[in-house]
Structure formats: C-alpha cells, structure tokens
C-alpha cells in the first residue's frame, strides 16, 4: 500500500520561510518522479514542482521559480519543498505526487491516472500579509 505523508505546513507571514517534507512508503521511491501541488479553496489542483527519479532534473511552476526549491534523498524515500519568500497567494493545501513517468506544469497525466500516480492527503500552508 502506498501512503505519502506530508509535514512541514503551517501559519507564517508574508516573506517567511517553510520547509515541507514527504516521506513515502509502499513503493520504490527511486521508481517514480516526485513532485508538489497545490490547492486553494474553491480552486483546481494546480502543479507547483516536480524532481526526476535521480533528482538531476526539475520542473517548477512559473509562479514559484526562484522562490521554492524541490529536492529528494533516495536513501530516506522523502521528498522536500523549500518555500522561501512566502505570499499571501501561496496559501493553500499542499499535497505531495508520486508518479512513475514524469510530470510537468503542462503534463500532468501520469500523476493524475488511477494506480500510476498516488497522492498524499495534504499540509496547509497559510501565509498572512
């Protein structure tokens, strides 16, 4: 059984920092491509960051580039999110993605299809002006 879990989140000001963890159990870690979403109530599920299986590549979306940073250690099957600069417009539920092929802003299929992709049940993030 796969289970993501999620951790890190909380309630923070505008321009501070977090530091959000996924540890990942139930599958072979080094397999899938990892990555981060995001969901602000009322809202779809939106990409925010996801990191090949080796961690050598990574894809970010447009309005967290130079401001969050994704990283992965194989060795403890986690997967981490580093949320620097925060906005009030970051605010959301942050859910942690795995998928056996890889996942980008524009194509998220594969973490998206029944038993290809898997997601955790969420941390909340709450920025405040």
């Known amino acids: 059984q796969v289970q993501l879990v999620e951790s890190g989140g909380g309630l923070v000001q505008a321009g501070d920092s977090l530091r959000l963890s996924c540890a990942a159990s139930?599958?072979?870690?080094?397999?899938?491509?990892m990555g981060w979403f995001r969901q602000a109530p009322g809202k779809e599920r939106d990409f925010v960051a996801s990191?090949?299986?080796?961690?050598?590549?990574?894809y970010y979306a447009d309005s967290v580039k130079a401001r969050f940073t994704i990283a992965r250690d194989n060795a403890k099957n986690t997967v981490f999110l580093e949320m620097d600069n925060l906005k009030p417009e970051d605010t959301a539920s942050y859910y942690c993605?795995?998928?056996?092929?890889?996942?980008?802003?524009?194509?998220?299929?594969?973490?998206?299809?029944?038993?290809?992709?898997?997601w955790g049940q969420g941390t909340q993030v709450t920025v405040s002006s």
């Open positions: 993605a795995a998928a056996l092929r890889p996942f980008t802003a524009a194509q998220t299929m594969s973490v998206r299809t029944p038993g290809e992709g898997y």
């Open positions: 990191i090949s299986r080796t961690g050598i590549t990574t």
């Open positions: 139930g599958l072979t870690f080094s397999n899938y491509a």
